[in-house]
């Protein structure tokens, strides 16, 4: 047996322990429990490698083991994620997806180049280390029975440890030590308290049911909407410095004073801005996604002619067919430009730049703007926030270098607001602002290691879910409610449109009055039905997941991951 090889791998797995460990303010004991792990995977890997002859082949899957524990450890240190969760979401939708996420993350081509070099060179690594260190120190023979006396002590302790520790930790602590793990697991869970869910889940009212109510609706007046989704836009960056123009128009039109997405992730939280729909129905829709937005079909039945501009990838998580329907039939006109070879920014002037107005009414403008997304683009003459990183380095970021970081998003802020500023300018100068309806949102917001973790898709907190909701209407109107959701927004403008209130949209129009107010926040699940989610009303958050994924309709009991009360929404 190759001591040394299996030495050197315990020595790396156990300083990314050791690493992760750092962060948390916990017991000695967890380290030693976290490090007996360290010991039980060498152990199981000698067994498999004495097993197996020392067969040099062996050696190369080990060191991609390896490396898969330092993807863990990058990721949870950047987002206090699993690795696990991160398949999941790369992987959901089979290997053409894998494609589309990269392209669809911003991830810079030096990061791309390192990930793709390192599995290629795993094997004639592994080959070199494995001789290497057989040269240095001869291999020594080792028994099947000694193999066993190191694993059984640890298999103990690490049983015992669970048995009478683990079972009897606070849920939240015990999620946060596990992911910290080289396992990423332990045996044993601490029960957690179950309840049921406030609100009961109802399935999704047919969409025939909700175009019934606006077949007979005779509208006068077909004024244009504008409707822009900003990549990764956090309210709190809707401020004088960084975003003029913005914070302007939301001062001399419509804003909230809390205004949330349903999710921290794009895919789920387009479902609920087109669908009106909370993000839990999201597996369970993709069968009647070949009509598309019902909203958008009940504009299409009253004459409006829908035209898409986008510099996101409309296929990702075949969000195109979701929002437009099998074939995309409910637009009139797509200009994508999520493949070209050019910077976000300069798609995004892409699209400012492709609009046309074809009438003074009866038109849906989408635009979908991708800057503010990672690694937040902008161009040169835009770098007003300073001092700023040129790439970000995954390898070596944390919450003390994270200043760089931010300026390069305050920066991307900056030049949205910019082509945003163009855009009223435009309107205004042919005479199409004042009867415009205009809508702005970010599908989600962004974590800068507030609460432990970057970007988004991981924690259900203010920085990823805090998003601005901004409307114009050619009238002036009073919002009857201070809380706004993606679920609100089509049902709004329906409601001014038609003078309809429509009671089977899971989301409420701001212009009616609204009793028992609610909002739901939920998690991305990559491609599978997202289970875990916050309840908030004015004085009560409840934070839980889902129990039963296959029968969320009928069986809706929940894990109480944390219960607060009195708290403001």
């Not at 007996?36 to 890997?45: A, D, K, M, T, Y």
């Not at 994620?81 to 990269?102: D, E, R």
């Not at 697991?185 to 909700?210: A, G, K, R, W, Y």
């Not at 602002?433 to 962004?446: L, N, P, R, S």
């Amino acid at each position: 047996m190759n001591f040394l090889y299996f030495f050197l791998y315990f020595a790396c797995i156990t300083t990314f322990s050791a690493l992760r460990f750092l962060s948390l303010d916990t017991s000695g004991w967890f380290f030693l429990y976290s490090l007996s792990q360290c010991l039980f995977e060498v152990g199981i890997l000698i067994l498999v490698a004495h097993f197996l002859k020392n067969r040099t082949w062996i050696f190369s899957i080990y060191l991609i083991f390896l490396l898969l524990h330092y993807a863990h450890f990058t990721i949870h240190r950047l987002t206090e994620s699993t690795l696990g969760l991160f398949f999941n979401f790369f992987a959901g939708h089979g290997i053409v997806h894998v494609f589309k996420v990269f392209q669809a993350i911003n991830m810079n081509s030096s990061m791309i180049f390192l990930i793709v070099v390192s599995f290629c060179l795993l094997p004639l690594i592994s080959s070199s280390i494995f001789r290497m260190t057989a040269r240095i120190i001869k291999p020594k023979l080792i028994s099947t029975r000694q193999i066993f006396s190191l694993l059984l002590p640890i298999s103990l302790f690490l049983f015992s440890f669970e048995w009478f520790v683990v079972r009897k930790m606070p849920h939240l602590e015990h999620s946060k030590f596990q992911k910290t793990l080289t396992l990423g697991t332990t045996l044993l869970s601490p029960q957690i308290p179950c309840s049921i869910l406030p609100i009961q889940i109802s399935p999704p009212v047919d969409q025939n049911e909700i175009l019934k109510i606006f077949e007979h609706c005779n509208v006068l007046e077909k004024p244009n909407i504008y409707l822009f989704i900003i990549e990764t836009f956090r309210k709190d960056f809707l401020t004088k410095e960084v975003a003029p123009h913005l914070h302007s128009f939301s001062q001399e039109n419509m804003d909230f004073v809390h205004s949330h997405s349903n999710a921290n992730s794009t895919q789920h939280s387009w479902f609920a801005i087109f669908h009106s729909l909370l993000p839990f129905h999201w597996a369970n829709f993709p069968k009647i996604w070949e009509k598309g937005s019902v909203s958008l079909q009940i504009l299409k039945n009253l004459g409006y002619k829908i035209h898409v501009y986008s510099s996101a990838d409309l296929r990702y998580f075949e969000m195109d067919q979701m929002i437009l329907g099998s074939n995309r039939i409910l637009a009139d006109k797509i200009e994508e430009y999520a493949t070209l070879p050019i910077e976000s920014w300069e798609k995004d002037a892409y699209v400012l730049r492709s609009l046309e107005n074809e009438s003074t009414s009866g038109n849906v403008f989408l635009f979908f703007l991708d800057a503010t997304h990672s690694e937040y683009s902008f161009p040169p003459d835009v770098c007003f926030f300073q001092p700023i990183v040129q790439k970000i380095d995954y390898l070596t970021l944390n919450v003390k270098n994270i200043e760089p970081i931010l300026n390069r998003y305050r920066n991307s802020v900056h030049y949205i607001d910019s082509l945003m500023e163009k855009f009223f300018t435009h309107l205004k100068n042919n005479d199409l602002y004042d009867q415009a309806i205009i809508a702005i949102t970010g599908d989600h917001g962004e974590e800068f290691f507030e609460e432990g973790s970057l970007f988004h898709g991981t924690h259900l907190n203010e920085a990823q879910t805090s998003v601005p909701i901004l409307f114009k209407f050619p009238k002036k109107m009073q919002a009857l409610s201070e809380s706004i959701t993606h679920i609100d927004i089509f049902p709004t403008i329906l409601d001014y449109v038609t003078q309809i209130n429509c009671p089977l949209f899971e989301g409420k129009s701001i212009f009616r009055k609204q009793t028992n107010q609610y909002r739901f926040t939920i998690a991305q699940n990559g491609a599978k039905t997202p289970l875990e989610f916050t309840y908030h009303t004015e004085n009560y958050r409840l934070h839980g997941r889902l129990l039963d994924p296959e029968n969320i309709y009928s069986n809706q009991m929940i894990e109480v991951i944390d219960e607060i009360s009195t708290i403001n929404p």
